[in-house]
């Protein structure tokens, strides 16, 4: 499926975010304490992609539009959670 940011809805997101886990039957996962160790590992992994940058650094990266994409990708994990 290929979405565009144009045109979809917060809504639509949630619904297929909940029809994923529905299928992949993580619903038993969706609790407190599981969401919480979700929202970290994933924030941890946009972590790694600044740790030890400088503001230059950081800069240069974004404008790489392969990095930009890993990282908006690990964006997307952490709004799955949320």
């Known amino acids: ?5 144009k045109g979809v809805t ?3 997101l949630k619904d297929v975010a ?7 039957d993580w619903d038993q996962y969706h609790n ?10 994933e924030a941890s992994e946009l972590f ?3 740790r030890f940058k400088s503001q230059e650094e950081t ?7 392969k990095k930009r994409d890993k ?3 690990e964006l997307s994990d952490i709004l799955y959670f949320v």
């Open 71 to 73: 990282i908006g990708a």
């Open 59 to 65: 800069e240069l990266m974004l404008k790489d539009p």
């Open 32 to 41: 407190a304490k599981d969401l919480t160790i979700g929202v970290i590992t």
């Open 10 to 12: 917060f809504g639509e």
């Open 1 to 5: 499926m290929i979405w565009s940011d």
């Open 48 to 50: 790694e992609h600044f």
């Open 18 to 24: 909940k029809a994923l886990a529905h299928r992949r």
